[in-house]
């Protein structure tokens, strides 16, 4: 079993920056995907962002392309991801996800294992 804990998240004001981590225990996932997705209160979960195992491939939703930034370092068995210019739209639950195929996908049932969710709060 794979255990992901998520780390990071808080309240900010809107043109701010978070970074949430995401560290992974238990069993070995080399060559696993990473996935960050978010859920807001009385929304469905959505993706956010994925990386492959090496790094090398990365993708986003449109919503967040070219203000967040995901990132792994599989030496430390943990993802992050960078927010910038944080906005209201942000707020949500911020989960990790992990799969055990290396390519960066974006539909939720296609991960294994889940953390529990950070809580990031953007006021206006």
């Known amino acids: 079993q794979v255990q992901l804990v998520e780390s990071g998240g808080g309240l900010v004001q809107a043109g701010g920056s978070l970074r949430l981590s995401c560290a992974a225990s238990?069993?070995?996932?080399?060559?696993?995907?990473m996935g960050w997705f978010r859920q807001a209160p009385g929304r469905e979960r959505e993706f956010v962002a994925a990386?492959?195992?090496?790094?090398?491939?990365?993708t986003y939703a449109d919503s967040v392309k070219g203000r967040f930034t995901i990132s792994r370092d599989n030496a430390k068995n943990t993802a992050y991801l960078q927010m910038n210019s944080l906005k209201p739209e942000d707020t949500a639950v911020y989960s990790c996800?992990?799969?055990?195929?290396?390519?960066?996908?974006?539909?939720?049932?296609?991960?294994?294992?889940w953390g529990q969710g950070t809580q990031v709060t953007v006021s206006s």
């Open positions: 996800a992990t799969k055990n195929v290396g390519l960066p996908t974006f539909l939720p049932k296609e991960y294994d294992y």
């Open positions: 238990g069993r070995s996932f080399v060559g696993y995907a």
């Open positions: 990386i492959s195992w090496s790094g090398g491939r990365t």
